[in-house]
């Protein structure tokens, strides 16, 4: 199955700041996806990114706020921008694991990076 | 639209008790189901997996079955470990997506 790192894991920011988030995969893969995780919640879906073009974002998420970088196969990049106290959350990027579901779908998540915005 | 349905926790039990946690879902067309866990302070873990109904997933003593007929695809262990101690996703990815939805999470507490 894939392998992803995610960095940083963690991390403590200044409202108003911004703060970019990576993910290296160690096998090439068409799409990356970024959720986000609020406190004591489940994963809501920010956006989908392919490389190539630019990031499909769910409803609920703008470009301005949650820009993507995908400049190649095995990396991505989320930026949350322009940081408020609502916007701590766990942050995790996830691909498709076709390798070990055997051509049904299934998901690989990073580690997650754990924002706390002051 | 698509949603998926979990007990709510925490669920507390003592090691080796039988654990279920249940999940149900609402879909169009046939969705392939998932549990995924998440460990403290980690990301999430594919758990097990199911593709169409009546196939069942199984992986670390855990299994679910693929229930079309009540919409369900509950968790099941015979005998936990503290280790187990996790929160656990019910999830669904419907045909020809790629779109995850997530229950909304179940943590388990297992007392040794």
């Known amino acids: 199955s894939a392998v992803i790192s995610q960095k940083p894991s963690r991390d403590i920011c200044q409202r108003g700041t911004s703060l970019t988030i990576q993910c290296q995969v160690d096998s090439q893969v068409t799409m990356m996806f970024w959720y986000r995780q609020q406190p004591g919640q489940s994963l809501t879906l920010i956006a989908t990114?392919?490389?190539?073009?630019?990031?499909?974002?769910e409803s609920g998420f703008v470009i301005d706020k949650f820009p993507i970088s995908r400049p190649n196969l095995t990396f991505s990049t989320l930026t949350v921008s322009n940081m408020s106290p609502e916007d701590s959350s766990i942050y995790l990027c996830s691909v498709e694991d076709r390798g070990r579901v055997s051509g049904s779908y299934g998901y690989t998540f990073g580690s997650g990076t754990r924002l706390t915005v002051v | 639209g698509d949603s998926v349905t979990q007990m709510e926790g925490p669920v507390t039990l003592s090691e080796e008790a039988f654990l279920t946690i249940n999940c149900t879902y609402t879909?169009?067309?046939?969705?392939?189901l998932f549990w995924y866990v998440q460990y403290p302070g980690e990301g999430l873990q594919l758990l097990l997996k199911a593709t169409k109904a009546d196939d069942k997933g199984s992986n670390k003593g855990f299994e679910a079955t693929y229930r079309k007929e009540t919409t369900s695809f509950h968790l099941e262990k015979g005998s936990v470990q503290v280790s187990d101690s996790a929160v656990y996703f019910c999830?669904?990815?419907?045909?020809?997506?790629?779109?995850?939805?997530f229950g909304a999470g179940t943590r388990l507490f297992v007392k040794a």
């Open positions: 990114a392919n490389q190539g073009s630019e990031a499909t974002y």
């Open positions: 879909a169009t067309g046939y969705p392939s």
């Open positions: 999830a669904l990815t419907n045909t020809g997506g790629f779109k995850t939805i």
